[in-house]
């Protein structure tokens, strides 16, 4: 980079080697120097082609692959070509696995079908952290019931729960993060 930028000031603006340096604040020597290393293309070469052969390996494997054809180049060279051969391996995201058949639930168009329940959770500018559960009648879209508190326990939601029905009926099932609840409440 300071290379092409020590040139561009020789070659534009008509500067001295000298003073171009000084301004890209770059030594000398380091604009001038030649590398001796003869050319790595038979082994980038051959890099590329174990990389297009093996896509999803990385500069590691590659190295003992080629360490096993007896290429005596160590690992930092080795990464410093593959680097340069853009030859990085992309991460893959996270695959989602479907569980089971997906079947739309059918649901009738009256109140008290099916409720949903859900958990929010977020914090206040203390850092203490709170949740809400959330009960809402998917038919009417009405939310049944908000319940804020720093800690909600499994005897805390049944505690709810039994509170609101008591208020509204048993509803037909209970729908809480794809997992349905419907045998309890029918007897």
């Keep these: 980079m300071k290379r092409e930028a020590v040139a561009y000031l020789q070659a534009e603006h008509g500067l001295s080697e000298q003073r171009a340096c000084h301004i890209v604040g770059a030594d000398r020597t380091m604009i001038r120097y030649q590398s001796r290393r003869a050319p790595d293309m038979v082994l980038r070469g051959r890099l590329r082609d174990l990389a297009n052969e093996r896509r999803r390996f990385g500069y590691r494997r590659l190295f003992v692959l080629l360490r096993r054809e007896g290429e005596p180049s160590g690992i930092n060279r080795i990464y410093r070509l ?4 853009g030859l990085t391996v992309r991460k893959r995201k996270a695959r989602r696995k479907a569980v089971g058949t997906r079947a739309p639930i059918l649901v009738e168009a009256r109140p008290n079908a099916r409720w949903s329940l859900d958990f929010v959770h977020d914090q206040f500018a203390s850092g203490q952290r709170f949740r809400v559960l959330n009960v809402v009648d998917d ?5 049944l019931a908000a ?3 720093t800690s909600i326990s499994g005897r805390r939601v049944a505690r709810e729960l039994t509170a609101l029905i008591e208020r509204r009926g048993k509803p037909g099932m209970i729908v809480s993060d794809n997992v349905l609840c419907q045998e309890n409440l029918a007897a």
């Design 139 to 143: 038919v009417t879209r009405e939310c």
């Design 82 to 85: 593959y680097r340069e051969e």
């Design 147 to 149: 319940i804020p508190d």
